[in-house]
């Protein structure tokens, strides 16, 4: 783990989704490190909690603001402002997301529609604005959570899927537009991880450990990688996945 060198300029990063387990966790190391953090969340008391926790743990500096991402009508403001409030961005990390209820999604279209919203229209309307204002200064880092789960749609979990299947695909393009321009697009695409989000969900005791993927997330950025399976077995795992024919794979229970 690199701190930030004495007298060096913290790196100033933007967190979108600030509260989500995967988040904190990387923050706590960013914030070991001196960085300077901008977070949103859309819950006040738990952003607060969040803020001053990384406070105590180093964090140059952290700034806040309580948004709801799905508006993305608000985007344009709410970027303009963080990014005022660190002096310029060198990181994007997109976090926020929701699994949603399949069941209930595979009944009704407005739980679907909310699903496919806040996973990927929301970053759809963040990564437009950040990577704009990163090609236009010819640098930065845009680091979105996706999930293995997008790699191929599943009977138990395919709305979910679908939206992250969506929002690896525009990332995909996104950088082959504008790696060429000296900004990082990097997909994140974590296997199921102990969280808020797969509390109560069988075996999850047996799900990854946030930290041991939070440290991955921040090497992956440092190495301005373009992908990240993590833990790292998901890589040769989702291979297979995607390999199995579609004969099979439908009489599959997945
Ligand atoms: N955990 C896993 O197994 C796993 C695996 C693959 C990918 N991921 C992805 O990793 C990301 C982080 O998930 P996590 O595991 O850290 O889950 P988490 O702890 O449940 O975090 C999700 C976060 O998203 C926030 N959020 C949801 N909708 C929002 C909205 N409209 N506006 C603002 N914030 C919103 C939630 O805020 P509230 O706390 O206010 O609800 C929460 O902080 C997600 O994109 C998820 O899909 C997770």
Redo the contacts with the bound molecule.
Sequence with gaps: MSATPQNATPRRILV?????????ATCRIWASQGASLFL????AE?LAAVAADLKVRGASYVGTAV?????TDSHPALLAHAVNSLAGMDIAY??????GDQISAEQDFNTAAQIVH??FM?PVSLLTWLSNYCVQRRSGVLAV?????GDRGRKSNYV?GSS?AGLSAFLAGLRNRIDREGVTVLT???????????AGMPKSEK??D?DAVAESIVKAIDGRKDELYVPFQWLPIMFVVRSIPERIFKKLNL
């Design positions: 979108l989704g600030a509260t989500s387990g995967i988040a904190e949103v969340a859309r819950n738990k948004a709801d991402l799905d508006d997109l976090a926020h997301g929701i699994l806040t996973n929301a959570l996706s999930s293995v789960a979910y992250k994140i695409k974590p296997g199921p991880t102990r969280t808020a989000m797969t799900f990854a946030v």
